[in-house]
């Protein structure tokens, strides 16, 4: 029962980890994709200012 317990803690703790480097890589995808859009956002107003020059 003792090994039952702690391979239970161990599997908890190791799930943890595993979900906090998953949220990170999350995080890091969706910082990603915001820089993407601001950029994208940013070169599409300059080009309708320049077309409408």
Do not use: C, F, H
């Not at 702690?6 to 908890?12: D, G, I, L, V």
């Not at 910082?31 to 320049?50: F, G, I, K, P, Y």
């Amino acid at each position: 029962m003792n090994d039952r317990v702690s391979n239970s803690s161990a599997m908890t703790e190791s799930s943890a980890v595993e979900i906090d480097i998953a949220t990170r890589r999350l995080m890091a995808a969706l910082d990603a994709l915001e820089s993407a859009v601001e950029r994208r956002r940013d070169a599409d107003r300059d080009e309708n200012e320049l077309a409408a020059r």
